[in-house]
């Protein structure tokens, strides 16, 4: 493994790591400049930090330990030459017998060789090791044959053979094919560093340019409304009235109803051109979902009232949560796309008697972002409950409905009307009747629209919130 293949086996695992160079510094105890230098093959880490990089990145300490480059003395299998020993009678037509080899002036004993000292050299500078081991070979090639030539007549050299002139041929081709090798090596990572590069430049024209774009208006007008809502979660889960201050009046309707009379409703909300709140049950929007998406296209808001119109106070919360999802899920399908309520009521105001509400019911209703929403203003008790003031008289009509709603009504109020009948054919007076007092009928999240703060208001009237 060369000291550049070394660094690119560090950098992979530091990066799969998830750690910087400085970082990977801190753990094997080394500052950053050390670890890019290995990373860049300039210099190679010792053993023992090997063993510490290994530990850390969590890999085999084989794959980071240093390249050893070992230098090949021996020429190649063509230019070995083999020694015979001497015949008592030495053969006249025999070559004269090659000179001992001797060992290299300035060679004592116990100095390192020639080879260790040349191993010694490239061992001290990765960057250097594959270059001069290649020369290292060359110059011992050279010296090799000088020795062996020392002993014959400098005035006539040996005859060169053929083997001998194709063998340095050949060690001269390996020469150039390791430098080759190199320059491609050099090569392929000055290209990675430019396509590295030319990456970087990208990402931060591609960040300069998202910086300069202006967020899609449908993205704030969301980001608004998510705001609006979330302010409303944090100030009241109950809310029973708007601000005394607020000049309307919220409409809302219980009851699935039949949907002759709700058809009717719309009619009427329409040609009046109101906006209201209704509370079906999961149910009855899975049973006519036509009518309900009806409701919703013609600009009105459906809330949550249970999937079964059960009461909440005999629900545990697994149970409380199905019903509230179940709702939500019908409510999903029968629009074609996912509808997130954001007002609840009660089914009969159970466990909401004291206008504050069980906190386990109210915990669970805030996890899936509703406010439950009751009501101030209503006509069945008033009107017709046997045990109920009967306002109106024993036996009253659309017209006493619409002139009781409309004179009891107050600024901030929210109605409570059924989707029966009577109700629905009281709803042109009502809607008349409360527009002459100044005021005007809208939906609950219309109401809390129109007040300049949300839910601002004295507890135990008109403007009646409680607080979370």
């Avoid at 191993?119 to 090639?141: F, N, T």
């Avoid at 050099?186 to 998202?210: H, I």
């Avoid at 106070?313 to 074609?336: K, M, N, Q, V, Y």
């Avoid at 003031?389 to 036996?395: D, K, R, V, Y």
């Amino acid at each position: 493994m060369t000291p550049a293949e070394l660094g690119t086996t560090i950098r992979r695992h530091r990066e799969r790591a998830g750690l910087t160079q400085d970082g990977l510094g801190q753990l094997i105890a080394v500052d950053a400049d050390t670890i890019d230098q290995w990373e860049w093959g300039e210099e190679s880490p010792e053993d023992d930090q090997a063993e510490r990089i290994a530990e850390v990145l969590g890999i085999p300490v084989d794959d980071v330990l240093p390249p050893e480059v070992v230098v090949e003395v021996a020429p190649p299998p063509e230019m070995k030459i083999e020694f015979v020993t001497a015949a008592d009678e030495p053969d006249p037509a025999a070559p004269p017998p090659l000179p001992t080899p001797v060992k290299p002036s300035g060679t004592a004993e116990g100095e390192p060789s020639l080879v260790d000292r040349v191993r010694a050299k490239v061992l001290e500078d990765p960057r250097r090791s594959a270059l001069i081991g290649v020369a290292a070979v060359a110059v011992l090639v050279v010296l090799f044959f000088v020795l062996t030539s020392g002993g014959q007549d400098t005035a006539a050299p040996p005859a060169t053979t053929p083997t001998t002139v194709a063998g340095a041929d050949g060690g001269f081709d390996v020469l150039v094919e390791q430098r080759d090798a190199l320059a491609e090596q050099v090569g392929e990572l000055e290209e990675d560093l430019a396509a590295a590069e030319e990456r970087a430049a990208a990402a931060e024209e591609e960040a300069r340019r998202l910086a300069d774009l202006e967020p899609p208006e449908e993205l704030v007008e969301e980001n608004q409304r998510l705001e609006q809502e979330n302010e409303l979660l944090r100030k009241a889960v109950v809310v029973s009235s708007a601000a005394e201050s607020v000049e309307g009046v919220a409409l809302t309707f219980d009851g699935s109803g039949s949907p002759e009379a709700i058809g009717a409703a719309l009619d009427t909300f329409a040609a009046k051109g109101v906006t209201a709140t209704f509370f079906p049950t999961g149910q009855a929007i899975a049973a006519n979902p036509e009518l309900w998406r009806r409701v919703v296209e013609e600009g009105h808001e459906l809330g949550n009232n249970t999937f079964s119109n059960v009461a909440v106070t005999d629900l545990d919360e697994p149970a409380l949560r199905e019903e509230l999802t179940g709702w939500i899920e019908a409510a999903s399908d029968a629009l074609g796309d996912e509808y997130r309520p954001f007002w609840f009521r009660p089914p009969f105001m159970d466990g909401f008697t004291d206008r504050v509400g069980p906190e386990s019911v109210r915990d669970v209703l805030a996890d899936l972002g509703m406010v439950t929403a009751l009501w101030n203003v209503e006509t069945y008790f008033a009107l017709f409950a046997p045990n109920g003031p009967q306002a109106a008289g024993p036996s009253p009509g659309a017209a006493d409905v619409a002139t009781y709603v409309a004179g009891t009504a107050g600024p901030g109020s929210i109605v409570l009307l059924s989707t029966g009948s009577l109700d629905v054919a009281a709803l042109p007076g009502i809607i008349d009747g409360i527009r002459e007092r100044g005021l005007e009928p809208t939906s609950l999240t219309g109401l809390f629209a129109l007040q300049e703060e949300m839910l601002e208001g004295e507890v135990g009237g008109a403007g009646d919130t409680t607080d979370a």
